[in-house]
């Protein structure tokens, strides 16, 4: 929901150009992103797993109904051959995951499959919501990135009402440090 908010309050990233969520699970943020969208067909949000795959195929018809020019839904597995998955699904200006990091092996697959699906657009990004659990974690993102010629920006959140709610959460109270809006862009050095 910190991802949704972020984008609903920085509309211009999404209102024009192709996006793709990764990892996206139930698929709120292309959801959001979709909705912001003057052209809702340029979003695909896509899972590794067929059925959340299913679900967000669900929820954008609940969403859009029939509408010929509605977001899509589409298995992506990281570790496919970037070139294949480029071919398949073309270049997207914006690239957004929410908590798509949880195990260390899945930091280069992500990025690769990134940099891949990322257009060379010098405004292209890749927003990240990212929940920190691991130092080791975090070095090895940033140096993934590096290797694969992303620059990384951190996004402030202090204006983002979702994430102070969330951090109220009795879960979330003694951490207030979990979650992190990243940006990465291509290095154009």
Known sequence: MILSQHLVCHREQVRTGRVLEVGAGVGLPG??????????????????????????????????????????????????????????????DVIIGSDVVYWPELIEPLIRTVKALLSNKLTSRFLMLYSRRNPKVDVLLFRTAQKYGLDSTELSLEQNTVYHAVLKHPVYIEDTDMFHLYEFRHSHK
């Open 31 to 92: 959801l959001v992103a979709a909705a912001l969208s003057q052209d809702p067909s340029g979003v695909v949000m896509t899972d590794y797993v067929e059925e959340a795959v299913d679900l967000i195929d669900m929820n954008i018809a609940e969403t859009f109904g029939n509408d010929n020019k509605r977001p899509k839904a589409a298995i992506i597995d990281w570790d496919d051959d970037p070139s294949v998955l480029q071919e398949h699904h073309g270049t997207f």
